[in-house]
């Protein structure tokens, strides 16, 4: 499975971005996907996660009500849509691809697409 991040950028306080990651290979095998975000402070945390065949979802604390997880099977897409941004959301944000396990343990997946930099200016 290869997955490809995009959409990333440079935005202001209380804006919005939609981050997109493209799914390639085998990705029958995939039971959940989800967003992670990095940095040099706090390293690489959860997001949020989506559950490939019933779309369900889950959050962080931080993003929940401003985040937005969505698949498109079909298209072989997975989005993050990003809403109300705070100075806190800058970040590498990564997109991930697991067989198993708990969705907001960066060890449950299997698969990482690249970083893709969201700065958010005050």
């Known amino acids: 499975v290869q997955l490809q991040a995009s959409g990333g950028g440079l935005v202001q306080t209380g804006g919005s971005l939609r981050l997109s990651c493209a799914i390639s290979?085998?990705?029958?095998?995939?039971?959940?996907m989800a967003w992670f975000r990095q940095t040099p402070r706090k390293g690489r945390l959860f997001v949020a996660a989506i559950r490939r065949r019933s779309e369900s979802t889950d959050y962080a604390d931080s993003v929940k009500g401003r985040f937005t997880i969505s698949i498109d099977n079909a298209a072989n897409m997975l989005y993050l849509h990003l809403t109300s941004l705070k100075t806190e959301d800058t970040a590498a944000y990564y997109c991930a691809a697991s067989r198993a396990g708990a969705f907001y343990y960066t060890g449950s997946y299997d698969y990482w697409g690249q970083g893709t930099q969201v700065t958010v200016s005050s």
């Open positions: 290979g085998r990705t029958d095998s995939v039971y959940q």
